[in-house]
């Protein structure tokens, strides 16, 4: 009965798409391999949106979420800048910057994050309120094919990890759309109500493969 939970940690865990609803992945330790890998059919994108929930105490830099391509590895990354306390969307690795946000630890925070090519505008809605737009990155498509990667950082094309970049704690509730979404959907997503699921990601039918120690667990609430 002990090794059974290691088994769940370090086996591939995509044969099918999974319903996750209620379920988070838990990244217990520092590392610079542990992570979990999320496939998406997709290989073009003109305009984004990335939402997901986030519950850590880390006090240091750390990645949220990483998407690369064999042409840029920050092609859509997530960033959490510590020194700076800034939320940082890398679109085609060109950074945007947004602080002034209450990113305390030990709670759980919804983070969704939109851009589009054509304007070059990215946004993010922080606990359901919304940042001001900024022009990050104009003209062409993110265009695959695409490695998504959950609690480490790519710096080279599906690999590169940095033991001081990763993720420790959980994420829950990760879904991306191949559009930006409306205002009233985000804000649905961030108050847990109905939305429209992710047609690129969706935890309710994810497929992913995990690599080290990764935990899928009961999504933990405050009674």
Known sequence: MKLFPVLVMLTACAARPQDLSGKMFTFPLESNTAHVRLNASRLDFSSLTLCHRSFTDLKRDHVLFSLATPVHSNDFLIFWDYTNKEIEPHIKNRKAEFGGRDYKPNMWHSICTTWDSESGLVQIWFNGLPSIRKFVSTGTNIVGPVIIIL?????SYGGG???NQSFIGMISDVHMWDYTMS????QNYSDELSFTLGNVL????????????VLIEDKQRIC
């Open 202 to 213: 969706n935890w309710n039918a994810l497929d992913f493969q995990i690599t080290g120690r």
């Open 161 to 163: 990890f940095d033991i």
């Open 151 to 155: 609690g480490q950082e790519q710096d």
């Open 183 to 186: 205002s009233c959907e985000i």
